[in-house]
């Protein structure tokens, strides 16, 4: 199940999306009514992985040309015309790389976006962040509806999409290529509960857009437009008798509905286009955000890193339960082996005592077969020793949500046992403690030893950070009950008096183009936790 927050300037819609299935719908005002409605909404509805689509007319759009450079060079330069024309809504800008000129000093070209008034959407975020909803990204309409090209077949060229997503508003996106040029909302005075007569309204604003275009010089005088408009049933003829195709502009008129069915979902309304782009959004949860930082999105990572970590418990679980399956089988296996040679052994003695001398060289290996019998029990008795306990209480510890991100890439297992003989009441003080092999057929403490190895999100030049981050990790394994030691092997900032300071966070000052290095935030952590009756 997902779900969706439509935001449309003066409304927010609520979809809840099961498969291509709409499962629900809601709405909000945008009024302190509204809000506490809101907020009772996601108080009481599960914590489910939620996605925010924009489109409101405060969103801007520009292409600007900037020169061909890489890395930190390129994201100064994007830095500065953000600060150039959007400084007061940063946190809500968007840049997109769209190509080299062809000519010149074949500079690259850049679609700069932002939403020029976000108090129209922070009293929103600040509810979802309140209520603790997982929001996984803040998506634009205008930008989204680029996946809508494919499905009416105009990829090519240049291409005016005109779609309407509520009664009083007419988005046109222009695209060139498959390439968004720009994007603009319009008010048009159409009757709330008669939306039949459409054509007569977005004619005017469809004329104007285009003119716009021509004059912009982004199209040639003389190239053609294919301008494609998304309507109801009821809105088809108004549409065809207001448009008419010429030299210059071609109209193509698609049924809401038909193009809901080429993407195959179900549930929506047919009168406006609303819910088709909220699914479309809903199939972008696992892609980079528009808008927003990685702040208002750190619940989603969360929930991310905790469904890994079940899913990593529950594969454990699976494969500790086969493994024991197969100690099982196999142990069935020797259990009656065992029942067979006993029985064998016990028929070889009674001749043997009867007639020794005939049979003295024929049952010589009777006592290997005896043997064979303990050998083949103490094999069962060891079949129980799995890394299962170890690993589902390690899950069950580092996926606390107080701990954050914590990766695990390597698990080394092994178990230990102490020995009982030579770790007296009377041994002298601080001597070491003495193991041995394990037995399962005794009864003193087996312990579980592994070398976790694995990375935490570090923050560049921020030492203290990554320190507290480590230490916070050991101390929730050692207030656990059963953890008995924990010892650092390798920590990501190398603070402790017997070693010489270090830091990774070098490598992402050296390295910072890459967004994620998997060798940054590495550790490694021994850690002794007693069995739970010898499992």
Known sequence: MKRVFYFSGHRLTVFHWNGKALAGACSF??????????????????????????????????????????????????SRLIDRYYRASRQFTYSEIQGRLKTGRKDDEILLGAITNPELIIPWLTIIDDCDVPLSGIWSLPLISKSLLPVINARKGPVLLVTQQVNSNLRQTFFIDGKMVSSRQSVINQDAENISKIGVHALPEVERTLV??????????????????????????????????????????????DVSSRLGISGTEDKFTDGLFAYMAAKTFSTLTHYGNKEEFRRFYYSLASTALYALSVITVIVAMLMTETSISDGMSYKQ?????????????????????????????????????????????????????????????????????????RIEWSTRQLDSTKNTSGSRAGSEAVYKKTNTATDETIQHVAVVSGRIPVASSNFRESVNHINNIISVLKENGRVEEVYAIDLPVEVRSERKFASESRALNQNDNKSADDNVGRFSLQIVMRSQDHA
Not at 213 to 235: C, F, K, P, S, T
Not at 342 to 358: G, I, P
Not at 399 to 408: A, N
């Open 337 to 409: 082996s065992t029942v067979l040679l006993k029985e064998r052994t016990n028929k070889f003695k009674a001749v043997y005592e009867e007639k020794y001398q005939a049979y003295e060289e024929l049952f010589s290996n009777a006592g290997l077969m005896d043997s064979a019998v303990g050998l083949v029990e103490q094999i069962e008795k060891n079949s129980q020793i799995t890394p299962m306990d170890f690993m589902v209480e390690l899950s069950r510890i580092i996926s606390q949500p107080k701990l954050g991100l914590v990766y695990i890439d």
């Open 29 to 78: 005002e945008s009024n302190e009514e509204g809000y506490e409605k809101f907020r009772q909404y996601l108080e009481s509805s599960a914590k489910t992985m939620t996605g925010m689509l924009l489109d409101v007319i405060e969103e801007d759009f520009r292409k600007e040309v900037i020169p061909h450079v890489f890395g930190k060079d390129r994201r100064a330069v994007i």
């Open 212 to 257: 716009f275009m021509r004059n912009q010089h982004h199209i040639g005088d003389d190239e053609v437009i294919n301008v494609h408009m998304l309507g109801a049933d009821e809105q088809i003829d108004s549409l065809d008798s207001s448009f008419d195709s010429d030299d210059l502009y071609h109209y193509h008129i698609h049924r809401i509905r």
